[in-house]
T-cell receptor, first 114, second 110 residues
Framework: ETGVTQSPTHLIKTRGQQVTLRCSSQSGHNTVSWYQQALGQGPQFIFQYYREEENGRGNFPPRFSGLQFPNYSSELNVNALELDDSALYLC?????????????FGQGTRLTVV | AQRVTQPEKLLSVFKGAPVELKCNYSYSGSPELFWYVQYSRQRLQLLLRHISRESIKGFTADLNKGETSFHLKKPFAQEEDSAMYYCALSGSNAGNMLTFGGGTRLMVKP
């Protein structure tokens, strides 16, 4: 069983640029959630995709957008990057959207905006 | 709004000592509570969840609805318990979208 994989592991972008982060969900999982983790803080929920539809969104501006594909992999896109977008971005997949379902996390993508 | 608070950023204990990592939450409905752990150079992973009511690696957590707490406890800490611990909540109207606390780093000294 393949776990959650994220790419790239690290990247550096300039303020104002756009970035796309990718996530492959674990086999058998149809739900993907994205989290932003700033240094020294807990992960903060960005949004969730369930069967290719956005299923919920946290307190993030519209320049954070996403997609889920038929194979349940997912992308996180961030436009007009700001310095405060520098963080670890975590992807998590789960079997369902039920509230007690375990989330399986990837290793994360470290984004630095300069 | 839902919120999870972990008041201690760092907790340092000696091997064999009892451990309690505190977690308080606010949520207007009936939440599901979790503890996630991140060991050095590993990914975030589930340690235990309230609904399972099980002990994992000697850790237990009791949901106290009156005090809105879900503290994580272990009677005798081991060096391999050193890690970052996050308390998290999911709500009945939010599926398994998680609200995390800020985390507590547990250091178990030999």
């Amino acid at each position: 069983e393949t776990g959650v994989t994220q790419s790239p592991t690290h990247l550096i972008k300039t303020r104002g640029q756009q970035v796309t982060l990718r996530c492959s969900s674990q086999s058998g999982h149809n739900t993907v959630s994205w989290y932003q983790q700033a240094l020294g803080q807990g992960p903060q929920f960005i949004f969730q995709y369930y069967r290719e539809e956005e299923n919920g969104r946290g307190n993030f501006p519209p320049r954070f957008s996403g997609l889920q594909f038929p194979n349940y992999s997912s992308e996180l896109n961030v436009n007009a990057l700001e310095l405060d977008d520098s963080a670890l971005y975590l992807c998590a997949s789960s079997r369902t959207v039920e509230m007690n379902t375990e989330a399986f996390f990837g290793q994360g993508t470290r984004l630095t905006v300069v | 709004a839902q919120r999870v608070t972990q008041p201690e950023k760092l907790l340092s204990v000696f091997k064999g000592a009892p451990v309690e990592l505190k977690c308080n939450y606010s949520y207007s409905g009936s939440p599901e509570l979790f503890w996630y752990v991140q060991y050095s150079r590993q990914r975030l992973q589930l340690l235990l969840r309230h609904i399972s009511r099980e002990s994992i690696k000697g850790f237990t957590a009791d949901l106290n609805k009156g005090e809105t707490s879900f503290h994580l406890k272990k009677p005798f800490a081991q060096e391999e318990d050193s890690a970052m611990y996050y308390c998290a909540l999911s709500g009945s109207n939010a599926g398994n979208m998680l609200t995390f606390g800020g985390g507590t780093r547990l250091m178990v000294k030999p």
